[in-house]
């Protein structure tokens, strides 16, 4: 079992900057490749970025691209998303996952682990 809890949403103003963070404990943090996705009030959830288990590959989606960067410290279990450059549509709540296999990492199945969520609310 890894166990994940996410922190640091909250209410900002369009164009501003937001971290995001996710604590993982349980079994070991670096054999999991990690990622964020987000999901708004009637829509799917979808996928925000990722991280192989080492940390050498990253994957973002085009929506984000450029503006979050995600990064991971093995040694700390934790896993972080840097948002800049806010937009409304970036407002979702955000959900850290792990799963086993570095293969398929930008979609929602193969994760075998989900975190309770950070609500971001970005206004205009």
């Known amino acids: 079992q890894v166990q994940l809890v996410e922190s640091g949403g909250g209410l900002v103003q369009a164009g501003d900057s937001l971290r995001l963070s996710c604590a993982a404990s349980g079994r070991t943090f670096s054999g999991y490749s990690m990622g964020w996705f987000r999901q708004d009030p009637g829509k799917e959830r979808e996928f925000v970025a990722a991280i192989t288990w080492s940390g050498g590959r990253t994957f973002y989606a085009d929506s984000v691209k450029g503006r979050f960067t995600i990064s991971r410290d093995n040694a700390k279990s934790t896993v972080n998303l840097q948002m800049w450059g806010l937009k409304p549509e970036d407002t979702a709540v955000y959900y850290c996952?792990?799963?086993?296999?570095?293969?398929?990492?930008?979609?929602?199945?193969?994760?075998?682990?989900w975190g309770q969520g950070t609500r971001v609310t970005v206004s205009s």
């Open positions: 996952a792990a799963r086993p296999s570095t293969v398929g990492v930008t979609t929602l199945s193969g994760y075998s682990y």
